[in-house]
Nanobody, 125 residues
């Protein structure tokens, strides 16, 4: 069964850091771009970062550039999102997603077929 599982969320003070993980089971991530999305209460899900299958191409939403870093370890079948200098407006449920066919980076929700259950990130003092 194809599955993505996010972990690493939590409660952190403004300015703090977290590393989110997205582990895949039932399929190999090697051939797929992976996207990270987030959804804050009352807001639409938005893309924050994506990484190509090789890891050679990464992309970030303007709101997180310079603070978030996406990476992948294909040997571990895992994609990571390092989030630094956290702000209260980063509070959201963070999701990773994978397509069912190889493609480039995308922030379009419709391009992704597999989603994890999400991990909560709360930034508060």
């Amino acid at each position: 069964q194809l599955q993505l599982v996010e972990s690493g969320g939590g409660l952190v003070q403004p300015g703090g850091s977290l590393r989110l993980s997205c582990a895949a089971s039932g399929f190999t991530l090697d051939y797929y771009a992976i996207g990270w999305f987030r959804q804050a209460p009352g807001k639409e899900r938005e893309g924050v970062s994506c990484i190509s299958s090789s890891g050679g191409n990464t992309n970030y939403a303007d709101s997180v550039k310079g603070r978030f870093t996406i990476s992948r370890d294909n040997a571990k079948n895992t994609v990571y999102l390092q989030i630094n200098s956290l702000k209260p407006e980063d509070t959201a449920v963070y999701y990773c997603a994978a397509p069912s066919a190889p493609m480039g980076c995308s922030y379009s929700l419709e391009d992704y077929d597999y989603w994890g259950q999400g991990t909560q990130v709360t930034v508060s003092s």
